[in-house]
């Protein structure tokens, strides 16, 4: 059974910042991709980053050049750094198991976590 598991979310004032993590259980960690993904109040969930097998990453251009993606597989985890945060970043964030090793555009998601808040006060 396929368990994914975050932490580090929080509060924090806006310009901070705030590092996500993701460990994953019950299956080969390294053979798949993962990505990030988060629902404000109110709002349908929506893709934040993704990275592949082979550690390519790709990014929704509302986080670009802000938050970074990466992957420890001797630690079967993988992170979201979230740096300049905004107020409008405020919402739970999820991390999501893909069913491929490579990510497109509307990629299966196989695992959803159970959700971590960050809050960014102005």
């Known amino acids: 059974q396929v368990q994914l598991v975050e932490s580090g979310g929080g509060l924090v004032q806006a310009g901070g910042s705030l590092r996500l993590s993701c460990a994953s259980s019950g299956r080969t960690f390294s053979n798949y991709a993962m990505g990030w993904f988060r629902q404000a109040p109110g709002k349908e969930r929506e893709f934040v980053a993704a990275i592949t097998r082979g550690s390519n990453t790709y990014y929704s251009d509302s986080v670009k050049g802000r938050f970074t993606i990466s992957r420890d597989n001797a630690k079967n985890t993988v992170y979201l750094q979230l740096n300049s945060l905004k107020p409008e970043d405020t919402a739970v964030y999820y991390c999501?198991?893909?069913?491929?090793?490579?990510?497109?555009?509307?990629?299966?998601?196989?695992?959803w976590g159970q959700g971590t808040q960050v809050t960014v006060s102005s």
């Open positions: 999501a198991g893909y069913v491929l090793s490579i990510y497109v555009r509307g990629s299966s998601v196989g695992f």
